[in-house]
């Protein structure tokens, strides 16, 4: 057992509902989980790709079939895994993917797609869950983002887009479940050696005029042949794992330092931008007694 991998003796068994168990954290999330003796429901494209958790976690795990851009498909799933399970405590929103490229090298297919998997898929998940949370009196929403839900760098708009709408849905509904004892927590992981760096990442079809500017930083990135990222995911999946004893559950977690000093020296940028616009801000109000 590695040392990211939790024991659990004195832990009630829970069970969890995460969307892309295939690859990524959804698959160490779920490896971690079974071997700890939770149990999973996972859902995948193709059954194929887990076919080990079925086959060594029978009576733990459970397969569902399901693209989170079919938001019937999506209520289905939900719907059928609470009627099937009983009670699920844990819903995490994993799913999604990143799409490289300037604004204006991407398609419109591309650019509706990756918003409907990223943040439609993500918000519909959890409004499917919601109901079934409140009815057995609380549970925990966990939605997998990045520290590229508060950072933006060029070259990635559109992947920027779905995880900055993402974080402002889950900080509103967040305040909207707190009473009904369901807590949500957004993780911001920075970068991971995971497929979504090495092999699941999308690029535009990118055009000359960009080549040798910011936007086509992120070729150097996606290089196998540049450093590897710093993030262990068996060790970001442990701490993800560990949010849900947490009393009250974190709004926000941030993994990897790299990504926090990034997320920091972002927002302190943005907090002095807007206490510079102070007197312009106040300039248009009316008048004191008007």
């Given at each position: 057992?590695?040392?990211?991998?939790?024991?659990?003796?004195?832990m009630?068994?829970?069970t969890?509902l995460?969307?892309?168990?295939?690859?990524?954290?959804g698959r160490?999330?779920?490896?971690?989980l079974?071997?700890?003796?939770d149990?999973?429901?996972?859902?995948v494209?193709r059954a194929?790709?887990?076919?080990?958790?079925?086959?060594?976690?029978?009576d733990?795990?459970?397969?569902e079939?399901?693209?989170?851009?079919?938001?019937?498909?999506?209520r289905?799933?939900?719907d059928r895994?609470?009627?099937?399970?009983?009670r699920?405590d844990v819903i995490v929103?994993?799913?999604?993917?990143g799409?490289?490229?300037?604004?204006?090298?991407?398609?419109?297919?591309?650019?509706?797609?990756?918003i409907?998997?990223?943040l439609?898929?993500?918000i519909?998940l959890?409004?499917?869950?919601?109901?079934?949370?409140?009815?057995?009196?609380?549970?925990?929403?966990?939605?997998i983002?990045?520290?590229?839900?508060?950072?933006?760098?060029p070259?990635?708009?559109?992947?920027?887009?779905?995880?900055?709408?993402?974080?402002?849905?889950?900080?509103?509904?967040?305040q909207?479940v707190?009473?009904?004892?369901?807590?949500?927590?957004?993780?911001?992981p920075?970068g991971a050696?995971?497929?979504?760096?090495?092999?699941?990442?999308r690029?535009a079809?990118?055009?000359p005029?960009y080549?040798?500017t910011p936007?086509?930083?992120?070729l150097?990135m996606?290089?196998?042949a540049?450093?590897?990222?710093?993030?262990?995911?068996a060790r970001?999946?442990?701490?993800?794992?560990?949010?849900?004893?947490?009393?009250p559950?974190?709004?926000?977690?941030?993994?990897?330092?790299?990504?926090?000093?990034?997320?920091?020296?972002?927002l302190?940028?943005?907090?002095?931008?807007?206490?510079?616009?102070?007197e312009?801000?106040?300039?248009?109000?009316?008048?004191?007694g008007?």
């Amino acid at each position: 057992m590695s040392a990211a991998t939790h024991e659990r003796s004195d832990m009630p068994q829970r069970t969890w509902l995460i969307t892309g168990v295939s690859s990524g954290f959804g698959r160490e999330l779920t490896t971690q989980l079974l071997e700890r003796g939770d149990r999973v429901v996972g859902t995948v494209r193709r059954a194929d790709t887990v076919a080990e958790f079925a086959e060594h976690h029978a009576d733990a795990f459970r397969v569902e079939l399901l693209d989170v851009t079919d938001t019937a498909a999506v209520r289905e799933v939900v719907d059928r895994s609470f009627a099937a399970l009983g009670r699920i405590d844990v819903i995490v929103s994993n799913a999604g993917y990143g799409l490289f490229g300037a604004a204006e090298e991407l398609s419109n297919e591309e650019v509706n797609h990756i918003i409907a998997t990223n943040l439609t898929g993500s918000i519909q998940l959890i409004r499917s869950a919601i109901p079934h949370l409140r009815a057995q009196g609380g549970g925990r929403i966990i939605q997998i983002s990045t520290y590229g839900g508060q950072v933006a760098f060029p070259g990635n708009s559109l992947y920027h887009a779905t995880k900055w709408g993402i974080e402002g849905f889950c900080e509103s509904v967040a305040q909207e479940v707190a009473q009904f004892g369901i807590g949500l927590t957004i993780v911001e992981p920075g970068g991971a050696r995971t497929e979504f760096r090495y092999g699941s990442a999308r690029v535009a079809e990118l055009m000359p005029e960009y080549d040798q500017t910011p936007a086509h930083s992120f070729l150097k990135m996606l290089d196998p042949a540049s450093a590897p990222a710093p993030g262990d995911p068996a060790r970001m999946a442990a701490r993800i794992i560990q949010t849900v004893d947490q009393e009250p559950a974190p709004l926000r977690m941030v993994l990897g330092s790299q990504a926090l000093d990034s997320t920091l020296t972002a927002l302190r940028k943005r907090i002095a931008d807007f206490e510079n616009q102070t007197e312009l801000a106040a300039s248009t109000d009316f008048p004191p007694g008007e």
